[in-house]
């Protein structure tokens, strides 16, 4: 008995030929990957409220803040503008469901 082990040769030539020949499926499937991930994100962004959307009350300074809660619409955010101590304060209020 002998101690060689018989090997089938591999072809490395021909399993390198099968990637360079498919490598413009593979960049075509990745462009297409990178677009649908950027739509995507392109739509969880649009449909973030923008600070735009929010009409601020700006309050004369020294008054303090009396809400009527029936004129607070509900699940709606109102901002108010007010200016404390030479700063400009920013403040949300929401009313929820329970008032």
Same mark, same amino acid.
């Given at each position: 008995? *002998?101690? +060689? +082990? #018989? ?7 021909? =399993?390198?030929?099968? @990637? $360079?020949? !498919? @490598? /413009?499926?593979?960049? #075509? &499937?990745?462009?297409?990957?990178? !677009? ?5 994100? @392109?739509? $969880?962004?649009?449909? !973030? /409220? =923008?600070?735009?959307? #929010? ?10 803040? +009396?809400?009527?809660?029936?004129? !607070?619409? *509900?699940? =709606?955010? +109102? ?5 404390? *101590? ?5 403040? #949300?209020?929401?009313?929820? =469901?329970? &008032?």
């Amino acid at each position: 008995m *002998s101690n +060689h +082990h #018989i090997r089938a040769k591999r072809l490395k030539t021909a =399993q390198r030929a099968d @990637w $360079y020949a !498919l @490598w /413009p499926v593979w960049a #075509i &499937c990745g462009v297409l990957s990178l !677009l649908a991930a950027f739509a995507l994100v @392109w739509q $969880y962004v649009a449909n !973030l /409220p =923008q600070k735009s959307d #929010i009409p601020v009350v700006a309050m004369e300074g020294g008054r303090d803040l +009396h809400m009527d809660p029936s004129k !607070l619409v *509900s699940q =709606q955010l +109102h901002m108010f503008e007010a200016r404390a *101590s030479g700063q400009k304060v920013k403040f #949300i209020v929401e009313r929820t =469901q329970g &008032c």
